[in-house]
């Protein structure tokens, strides 16, 4: 006899013929298993049938096919297909006294001794780990009395509860196959797109995984998630050939009579974009900031409220002019200064508000404007990380008497080094132009200065970079935004983390997502750091300015402290890929739980 007509005989006997059905036993912390075979015998249990519709109705999303599920139809399929298909089996696994749900095995290749793991479906919660033993113990049943050497299965891309099971497991991915949905008589099928080119839209990916040919690949596979051979770096831009070709212009052309052809094309595009009066280039966004705390008339004995939680430029460029940062706290849904802490912190000395739209997310924009109106208060925005987010409409970068944005090179949109001032004030744009220049009036003379300037504008070739990455802004928001779903979609169920996630009447541009850590049998740092060792580059949230020795210690604010300790952001530069979210995500969860 065969190979194969000895397996097909033996579970067709043990489905038709054997009295009593075959029980695998296994256990969990106690509780224990048992992995009961379906057989002909419960083709007229009614109990079974309905579980099985009401399990598959509930997991319809990661089945290749939808369609309207009936008792009949349930019943036809396990006639048909489960009990008459020579190489299909199905337990119903039993924990303590939960039917917890199924697990099968399906198309044997003789062959090669295979068999793809077939159904497996978590009908009810409770028993973590119960799914993973039991399907521990189907394999290795199927290696010990059928002689399989190996097991396949398939999978969705965005089923990353099951994914990082089956990496568990020891499965490993073979193929990844883009599909989309299609209607069919009866409801949907998910169907493979031929012919795919890059640009499709891909809804969603189906994996082939396969367990490797060695002996123990039934053992707990903790080594199964080696470190990515490619850098998932926390930032980075995306460089096309229109980026090279407008620097290789300025460089060719940008000189002589147009020396500042492409710092003037930046300006005009960047305040269309934000929808400011006036734009001017700087060599980067905390000499922008400065230039906005000098216009803004701070200056010795003045107090700037300023948020605590941000990199140091937003408050050293308060105290360069003299002024005194007053720090207050954030918004632990935002991240972003909290607007009641804002109006808290008024004395007769404030002077100003300078906010930042922390990591892209859009600070309360109404509360503050509101405030200043209200205390005749100047406000500045630190837009450095968030070109592209709005509010209610509107470009962040566009609220305040200036706003700021950075082109630095793990920003959204790059030059290197580079930002921009931007204003709607005729008055502010000429004092910032005369600052920039070292104060240069040529009043009296060529070379004459009037004040102590600086020089801090930007160079004609960093500003064609700037200029090719502003033409692509929307693209680069699109991207981001999709990273960000693709980490949602993957860890929004996690409790032992928590996303921040843009308001109703925002839009995000999602530069460096948000994480704040729950868990706490990890810290933030031990995380990053074992993150590190996968080639993950996720990056600790900023500590509290008001901290650094230079400055007064003398605020609380609790929630920033919660988020300089727990809070960290996860890799999105711009080369990424779903597969490599993926991945990032099965360490969390593997490092999580
Ligand atoms: C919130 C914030 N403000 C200011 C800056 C300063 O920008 P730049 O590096 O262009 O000077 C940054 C840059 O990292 C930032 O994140």
């Not at 194969?4 to 912390?29: C, G, M, T």
């Not at 939680?309 to 360069?320: G, K, P, Q, R």
């Not at 750091?529 to 996720?538: E, G, M």
């Amino acid at each position: 006899m065969t190979f194969q007509a000895r397996i097909e005989n033996y579970i067709f006997n043990l489905k038709h013929h054997e009295d009593i059905p075959l029980v695998l036993r296994a256990s969990i912390r106690n509780a224990p298993i048992s992995l009961v075979l379906l057989t002909q015998k419960c083709v007229n249990n009614k109990e079974i049938i309905t579980v099985l519709s009401r399990w598959r109705k509930k997991h319809e999303q990661w089945f290749f096919e939808t369609f309207p599920i009936s008792y009949e139809r349930t019943k036809r399929w396990y006639v048909n297909h489960l009990m008459n298909d020579a190489d299909r089996l199905l337990f119903l696994i039993h924990v303590g006294n939960t039917r917890l749900g199924h697990v099968g095995l399906d198309k044997f290749d003789y062959k090669n001794r295979t068999a793809d793991i077939d159904n497996i479906v978590r009908g009810e919660p409770g028993y973590p780990g119960a799914m993973e033993a039991s399907i521990r113990r189907m394999m290795l049943w199927g290696r010990e009395t059928l002689g399989l050497r190996e097991y396949t299965l398939s999978t969705f891309s965005d089923n990353i509860r099951a994914l990082s099971l089956y990496y568990r497991l020891g499965f490993h991915e073979t193929q990844r196959v883009p599909m989309i949905q299609k209607r069919t008589k009866e409801g949907t099928k998910w169907v493979e797109v031929k012919g795919w080119r890059h640009t499709q839209k891909i809804q969603r990916y189906m994996l082939s995984m396969r367990t490797q040919q060695k002996d123990g690949y039934i053992k707990k596979a903790l080594g199964t998630l080696k470190p990515s051979k490619k850098k998932i770096a926390f930032a980075g831009p995306s460089i096309t050939q229109s980026e090279v070709d407008t620097v290789v212009e300025a460089v060719n052309h940008g000189f002589y009579d147009t020396h500042d052809s492409h710092v003037r094309l930046l300006e005009q595009t960047i305040s269309d974009y934000v929808g400011r009066r006036y734009a001017l280039a700087q060599f980067c966004a905390t000499h922008a900031l400065h230039l906005a705390c000098i216009t803004c008339g701070f200056t010795k004995g003045d107090e700037v409220i300023v948020t605590d939680f941000s990199w140091a430029a937003t408050a050293h460029v308060i105290a360069y002019t003299g002024a005194t940062p007053v720090f207050v706290d954030i918004d632990p849904t935002t991240w972003c200064i909290d607007p009641v802490a804002v109006e808290r912190a008024i004395t007769k000395k404030t002077k100003g508000i300078m906010i930042v739209h922390s990591f892209g997310m859009p600070c309360d924009m109404d509360a503050i404007l509101r405030i200043a109106r209200t205390y005749k208060l100047k406000v500045i925005e630190d837009a450095a990380p968030s070109l592209g987010s709005t509010y209610k409409g509107k470009q962040t970068g566009g609220f305040g008497d200036v706003g700021c944005i950075s082109f630095h090179g793990a920003k959204i949109a790059v030059s290197g080094e580079g930002g921009v001032y931007l204003t709607n004030s005729k008055r502010k744009r000429d004092q910032a132009v005369l600052y920039s220049n070292m104060g240069r009036t040529n009043r009296k003379a060529n070379f004459w200065c009037d004040v102590i300037g600086y020089e801090y504008q930007m160079a004609n070739v960093t500003a064609a970079l700037a200029l090719a990455q502003v033409r692509r802004i929307e693209e680069l928001v699109a991207k981001k935004r999709q990273i960000f779903t693709w980490y949602w979609e993957r860890l929004k169920d996690m409790e032992e983390i928590t996303l921040l996630r843009e308001k109703d009447g925002m839009r995000c541009n999602y530069a460096y997502p948000a994480v704040f850590l729950n868990a706490r049998h990890i810290s933030r740092d031990d995380l990053v750091k074992k993150l590190r060792n996968y080639n993950i580059h996720a990056r600790e949230a900023f500590p509290r300015m008001s901290t650094f020795p230079m400055y007064e210690a003398r605020f609380a604010n609790p929630v920033a402290s919660q988020v300089a300790k727990h809070g960290f952001n996860l890799p999105s530069a711009l080369n990424l890929n779903e597969r490599d979210i993926d991945f990032v995500c099965a360490v969390l969860r593997r490092l999580l739980r």
